[in-house]
């Protein structure tokens, strides 16, 4: 289930990032600079661009250009991207619910409960796993007397699978509540970059590896969108630090995605 909605994003995406980098850029890889000694701090000696590396990049800011004055294209591709996030909190609470309905309402607080009795003598302790897996229990038993009459039994019954079911729901809450909380700061970092300008130019940065300045970098973040800002970072996961400064550096170049210019991209149309 914890799959579903990457499957489900997988699917909506259609490797559009993937496809992108390969018919723009043949082979990325061959625009990245070649080295002639790797112990050499960045920027390295001996670099030497691909021949068609300005070609390419152009083509990659026209079309993102083209695509971000024309069509809904990124926004859509944003949305369902939110819509999948949004699918994995609902996956992830419900498990939690439905461990906690299954084990009589106590799931929620099962590990709180393990700690406030942790320390606790044995004769005090009101042992809430007891209760949900007891460790032995009272058997009766059916047995044929010498005389042929049935003879009823009682007995200990030691249970020891419940000794396993005890630490594998402990593991279970330990790790929901992992998960919880950093879909809890993921969520607190999807709003700040969606209505956050410099939150957004953070990100960016971050995908450049400081291979482009402060100012550089909130330059071309003022004219995007937060769609527009997604896609390119999604683009930046992909390429090289050095490639992606440049892709920047050409859309940032491109009046028409600057939202001040009156211009209505007739080149592009």
């Not at 691909?50 to 591709?77: E, G, I, P, Q």
């Not at 971050?206 to 973040?221: M, P």
């Not at 896609?231 to 992909?238: D, E, H, I, T, V």
């Amino acid at each position: 289930m914890f799959w579903f909605p990457s499957r489900i994003w997988k699917w909506a995406e259609g490797q559009e990032i993937n496809k992108i980098v390969r018919k723009v850029f043949v082979d990325e890889k061959t625009m990245i600079v070649k080295i002639s000694d790797k112990r050499m701090p960045l920027p390295r000696k001996g670099e030497e661009r691909f021949k068609d590396f300005d070609d390419s990049v152009a083509r990659l800011a026209k079309w993102f250009v083209k695509y971000s004055v024309h069509t809904n294209k990124f926004k859509v591709y944003f949305r369902q991207f939110v819509i999948c996030e949004i699918l994995t909190v609902i996956n992830l609470k419900s498990h939690i619910l439905l461990m906690h309905f299954f084990l009589g309402n106590v799931f929620a607080t099962f590990g709180f409960k393990l700690w406030a009795t942790a320390e606790m003598s044995v004769e005090d302790r009101d042992d809430i796993f007891n209760m949900i897996f007891p460790k032995a229990g009272k058997c009766t038993f059916q047995r044929m007397g010498p005389s042929g009459t049935i003879q009823i039994q009682d007995g200990l019954c030691v249970l020891p699978v419940n000794i396993i079911n005890e630490k594998i729901y402990i593991f279970f809450w330990y790790w929901l509540s992992i998960l919880s909380v950093v879909t809890l700061f993921w969520i607190i970092y999807r709003v700040l970059t969606s209505f956050i300008v410099s939150f957004r130019a953070w990100e960016l940065r971050s995908r450049l590896h400081n291979w482009a300045s402060k100012i550089e970098v909130n330059g071309i973040n003022k004219k995007l969108d937060a769609f527009q800002w997604f896609f390119l970072s999604q683009l930046g996961k992909n390429l090289d630090p050095r490639v992606f400064q440049a892709i920047l550096n050409e859309i940032d170049g491109i009046p028409c995605l600057d939202k001040s210019v009156e211009s209505k991209c007739l080149c592009f149309s």
